[in-house]
């Protein structure tokens, strides 16, 4: 059975600490409805009300996109690994612009360094959580994360350079919306 809950509690505040994954999903009312998988360890909780993750550059950008137009955004938990929950954090999404002040602030204050490939802060004012059951996620086993994504940073930056990958692959949304990565960060 579902239910509601105005902001995180400790309890799922703890539940959110032990998820390996979570699901970020946006949309605006004419394009595509996007759903990334991101690891938990780019997480943050700041508030009962706040969550931000330091988002890794990727073969699209689709979250800035839509929050840009829309701002609505779900991050979503499941549990993989012991009793069945999910977890769903709604509310008003926004990017934070790497360079700006309050993208170095949340850097310096929450995460121990930067790391190569970062392009962002994804940050969630929530306005609702909800829990469900789960009883339909499968049990899996966690064997680690991909080193992958990291090794691919590195090889792209001593290539032709992420910021010209990003350029590329990462100014607009698959539906043509502009993600607002390369204008002046806001102070």
């Known amino acids: 059975m579902a239910k509601q809950y105005p902001d995180i509690d400790g309890v799922q505040s703890e539940f959110i600490s032990r998820q390996k994954i979570f699901f970020t999903a946006t949309a605006t009312a004419g394009s595509r409805v996007n759903i990334s998988p991101r690891p938990t360890d780019c997480l943050r909780v700041l508030s009962p009300n706040r969550v931000v993750y330091l988002d890794l550059t990727g073969s699209g ?79 899996f086993d966690y064997a680690g994360e991909r080193p992958t994504l990291a090794r691919w940073a590195e090889a792209k930056e001593k290539d032709v350079g992420l910021d010209a990958y990003r350029r590329e692959k990462n100014q607009f949304s698959i539906d043509g919306l502009p993600t607002g990565l390369f204008e002046e960060p806001a102070e």
């Open 61 to 139: 950008n689709e979250t800035a996109a839509h929050t840009r137009v829309d701002g609505r955004m779900t991050i979503m938990f499941c549990s993989f690994e012991g009793p069945p929950k999910i977890l769903r954090l709604y509310g008003k999404g926004r990017i934070i612009a790497q360079g700006s002040a309050e993208y170095g602030e949340l850097l310096a204050a929450h995460y121990n360094e930067e790391p190569l490939g970062a392009r962002q802060i994804a940050s969630l004012d929530i306005d609702l959580v909800q829990t469900s059951c789960g009883f339909g996620v499968p049990l």
